[in-house]
């Protein structure tokens, strides 16, 4: 029989987790704070643990943390509502054995579960893991909720703690240096130089002395000793992006430096050492650049040790309303100014892009529309014309909305909606307010019905009011509580 522990202080969650779990093969047993856990774990012997990160006392990582320093082999599923970076990442570098995200999707829980068990069942027969490496807490500036970047998350952490040669792989704009930085960020060498080279933006003849330096001499204009990018990094990070675009001769010269860690200057015949942990990148297929001859087939393999890929933002699109929410924050806190809101139709829109250019395309759009917004809330016309095309024929639900309210009424009042039609309505802001518990749902609400009665009633307060059911009196403390005179020219 296997013994699973559930270490979370949700009554609620402990009981599904009975539920789904008790039975023949599987004793459950429960815990409601780190601590508890923690005294549990020795007289019970757990073959996994799940646990939420959250929790009154000791937080989940803090107790996966000594976990790890008296049982490394025990599988730990790290769980929370609150999905972030940094969390994912941390959790995986302490050596978590997965991550999961609130509410479950209950058949992929069980897979990880089973997983779990089994991996708990053949380490205790052959390995013994070692102790992860703590690491500080660094703002990466990633952002993801859907299943292809939980995955990244998680294989950034793995790669942090181990020096292996990573070759990073995407679409141009999907962040690439940003992951090679968390990378460099979580790892040992976090306290030693990282430097970024784009091989591409270097032409080819003075790249090879950018690398690995030159001699006083070497050729013309080599007036002085030079220390390469090599060197300079020694003993940290050297992040390599656009590796393609290198030719032959530099090919050959990164080669060994990752086989010995040797190479001479431009010009010179003495040997120098580095100790250099090489990320590369590149949004092109090395291995058809290999079959066509034009990228050494040796150098591909010493570089794909380990590859990490970042998916387009095409498909993620479901991280689109977070990423919004980010540029809008880091931008408006950049220009001074206060975060605007995002209008219904304009996140439609969004949605409905493409985005070849990748997350860099979507933060240069939300740039522009922070620039160009008149008033405290994005709407369409503050994109770019290629991005609004025709009006969306599908309204976007308040759920799928970072911090947007109800969708406005329409243009004349319609007949009242029937009682199922409010509840469904009223149901769709609650599942929108649940999603961050920073949401204010009725002043949230309030704010959009006041808006919109002034734009139907052209800025007039008294119909507004009269509209609304309320004074004018009423009506004006809301205009301004919520700051709306700069939105709309009120009468």
Not at 64 to 86: E, F, H, K, N, S
Not at 151 to 161: H, N, P, R, S
Not at 410 to 422: E, L, Q, S
Request: aromatic content about 6%; hydrophobic content about 40%; proline content about 6%.
């Amino acid at each position: 029989m296997y013994r699973l522990l559930l270490i979370d202080d949700e009554a609620d969650v402990q009981y599904s987790f009975r539920r789904l779990f008790e039975g023949p093969e599987i004793e459950v047993a429960t815990a409601s704070s780190g601590e508890e856990g923690l005294r549990l774990i020795p007289r019970i012997k757990p073959d996994l643990v799940l646990m939420d990160v959250r929790m009154a006392g000791m937080s989940g990582l803090e107790t996966l943390r000594r976990l790890r320093q008296t049982d490394a082999r025990l599988p730990v599923i790290i769980m929370t509502a609150y999905g972030t970076t940094q969390t994912a990442i941390e959790a995986m570098k302490l050596g978590a054995y997965d991550y999961l995200l609130k509410p479950f999707d209950v058949p992929k829980l069980k897979e990880v579960v089973a997983a779990a068990l089994r991996a708990s069942q053949a380490m205790r027969q052959t390995v013994t893991l070692e102790t992860a490496l703590s690491a500080e807490d660094v703002a990466t500036g990633m952002v993801g909720r859907s299943a292809a970047m939980q995955e990244v998350f998680k294989l950034i952490g793995q790669l942090a703690a181990s020096d292996a040669t990573v070759l990073i792989t995407g679409e141009s704009g999907t962040g690439k240096e940003l992951a090679a930085r968390a990378i460099y960020s979580h790892s040992r060498r976090a306290q030693q130089p990282f430097l970024a080279i784009n091989c591409a933006a270097i032409p080819e003849t003075l790249l090879e002395s950018e690398l690995f330096g030159h001699e006083k001499g070497a050729f013309t204009g080599a007036t002085t000793q030079r220390i390469g990018k090599f060197e300079q990094c020694h003993g940290g990070t050297l992040f390599l992006d656009e590796i393609g675009d290198m030719s032959p001769a530099t090919q050959t010269k990164i080669l060994r430096v990752l086989q010995s860690g040797e190479f001479e200057r431009v010009g010179g015949n003495q040997t120098v050492k580095v100790d250099v942990r090489v990320i590369a990148a590149t949004n092109r297929p090395l291995e058809q650049a290999v079959a066509e001859k034009k990228f050494r087939e040796d150098l591909f393999y010493r570089l794909n040790v380990v590859r990490l890929h970042l998916p387009p933002l095409r498909e993620r699109k479901e991280d689109l309303p977070l990423l919004v929410e980010f540029f809008l924050r880091k931008l408006a806190r950049a220009s001074g100014r206060p975060r605007p809101g995002v209008a219904p139709q304009t996140l439609a829109l969004l949605t409905r892009h493409d985005w070849p250019g990748n997350v860099r395309e979507l933060e240069n759009v939300m740039h522009r529309a922070l620039v160009v917004a008149k008033g405290d809330t994005l709407l369409p016309e503050d994109l770019p014309a290629e991005l609004r095309g025709a009006a969306p024929s599908q309204t976007v639900t308040p759920a799928a909305l970072p911090h947007a309210a109800a969708p406005p009424a329409p243009a004349a009042p319609p007949p009242a909606p029937a009682t199922g039609d409010i509840a469904a309505l009223v149901q769709g802001l609650f599942e929108w307010a649940r999603q961050d518990p920073r949401r204010r749902l009725l002043p949230a609400v309030e704010r959009e019905l006041v808006l919109q009665a002034l734009r139907e009633t052209g800025g007039n307060q008294v119909q507004a009011a009269r509209l609304l059911g309320m004074t004018r009196a009423t009506l004006r403390k809301r205009i301004e509580r919520y700051g709306i005179r700069r939105q709309i020219s009120v009468q």
